[in-house]
């Protein structure tokens, strides 16, 4: 190779090493998203408990993911010596920490759910278990054509499963883990009274909206850096990020009637959505896909806190799981040639690879919080979720006036 073409190379192998790092950081930068998200909504005495779990979720999803997932999901392993990963700039290692942002993502999204009642160990373990084998599973057939599925679906209807960003692998699978979690654990004690719903209040407006900010802003990362290589970037993902943004906010400012928790969930539901076919549709196209997604949130969100009762404290299910099936399906729609799309997409092979998404998540939420119920115990004493997750767990409030 001639000097020149060798510079070229190595300029090229180090800014898409640099462009997925970035990517990386602000996807990690979304678990203070979360974090805060939760914080600002659950009652005061569970603060701390809400920034504990977002942390340490992420740690163990970190070393389950770095030994088990990651083979299980893409047949690789980082075992070789430190010479042969900094290749090409280490740009398998920076790939391995972008997706694993991703699947850190999927207890973060559970912690919303089971928030105020939930034992600390026991989920802790059951995140590693989830992040190391179920969520990997089904990632790998999806993202690296394990199994045969997305050939299979490739040669039936057209086209294989397309989800370019997490709608169902990301945010379809943590929804309905939640859902799973959020069943077995059982509404909060004081929650419903007499038949009806008692409503807890939010603690912190002003978190509840810093955690949705943040988690907006880095899901430009988390949506455009799914590229993972500069060659790969369009700005047709970004722009159907903003405009999906923007339709969620709106619609669930109007079917919210201005409540600050739809206003500030709106935008989310939007983006999660998007996130399966932002790099096929239409801006017009993501700006209905996301405008749907937020009014299913509210509807859905107010249906299963007043008729269901299923305790959803943040309303995870919704949120991630429906609006992350609606999208991965509204890709099959919006993202055909007739309605502005690029296409290269079937309805059919979507709604097949959706269904899936939700069994796995569901058949593996039963399994692993199934399982470690039986064995620990998922829920706090009826004391101590009292006495609040903060003191009971933690041994410290998130103010001194906690604190005695």
């Given at each position: ?28 930068a979304?678990?203070?998203g979360?974090?805060?998200l939760?914080?600002?909504t659950v ?12 942390m340490?979720?992420f ?23 430190a010479?042969t ?12 920490f972008?997706?694993?942002t ?11 759910g ?21 969520y ?6 999806i ?11 490739e040669?039936s209807f ?20 939640a ?10 004690d ?5 038949g009806?719903?008692n ?6 407006i002003?978190?509840?909206a810093l955690?949705?900010w ?6 430009f990362?988390?949506?455009?850096m ?10 047709l ?16 400012m ?14 989310l ?21 996301g ?10 969100f ?6 269901s ?13 429906v ?26 092979s ?8 939700i ?18 115990g998922?829920r ?15 041994r410290?409030g ?7």
């Amino acid at each position: 190779m001639d000097p020149v073409n060798s510079a070229v190379e190595t300029l090229l192998q180090g800014t898409n090493t640099l462009f997925i790092l970035l990517g990386a950081i602000m996807v990690f930068a979304m678990h203070a998203g979360f974090a805060f998200l939760e914080v600002g909504t659950v009652r005061h005495k569970n603060q701390v408990n809400a920034l504990i779990k977002i942390m340490t979720d992420f740690a163990v999803s970190c070393l389950c993911y770095f030994f088990i997932g990651y083979l299980i999901a893409y047949d690789t392993t980082f075992y070789a010596s430190a010479a042969t990963l900094a290749e090409n700039n280490g740009y398998e290692l920076i790939k391995f920490f972008f997706l694993m942002t991703f699947a850190a993502a999927i207890p973060a999204i559970v912690s919303g759910g089971i928030a105020e009642r939930a034992k600390f160990y026991p989920f802790l373990i059951a995140s590693g278990l989830i992040v190391g084998v179920v969520y990997p599973f089904f990632e790998g057939i999806i993202w690296n054509g394990n199994y045969g599925f997305q050939g299979w679906l490739e040669a039936s209807f057209g086209a294989g499963f397309h989800d370019f960003a997490g709608s169902i692998v990301v945010h379809g699978m943590g929804g309905w883990l939640a859902l799973v979690a959020v069943v077995l654990l059982g509404s909060r004690d004081g929650r419903y009274k007499n038949g009806k719903l008692n409503a807890f209040a939010p603690s912190n407006i002003p978190f509840l909206a810093l955690g949705a900010w943040i988690l907006s802003i880095g899901w430009f990362g988390f949506n455009v850096m799914s590229a993972q290589t500069v060659d790969g970037i369009s700005g047709l993902v970004a722009m159907n990020s903003l405009m999906a943004m923007v339709g969620g906010i709106l619609t669930a400012m109007w079917f919210g009637k201005n409540d600050p928790g739809f206003i500030h969930n709106g935008p989310l539901a939007g983006l999660v959505a998007v996130c399966a076919g932002s790099d096929i549709m239409h801006p017009i196209g993501s700006l209905v896909v996301g405008g749907i997604a937020g009014l299913l949130f509210v509807w859905l969100f107010t249906v299963m806190q007043n008729k269901s009762k299923v305790d959803d404290v943040l309303g995870v299910w919704p949120l991630h799981g429906v609006c992350g099936a609606w999208g991965a399906i509204a890709a099959g729609i919006f993202g055909t040639e007739a309605l502005g799309g690029l296409g290269g997409v079937s309805l059919v092979s979507q709604l097949i690879g959706t269904g899936l998404g939700i069994v796995i998540a569901i058949v593996g939420g039963v399994i692993v919080y199934g399982g470690v119920k039986q064995i620990a115990g998922l829920r706090l004493s009826q004391e101590d979720e009292y006495k609040g997750a903060d003191l009971a767990i933690h041994r410290i409030g998130s103010t001194n006036s906690d604190n005695g």
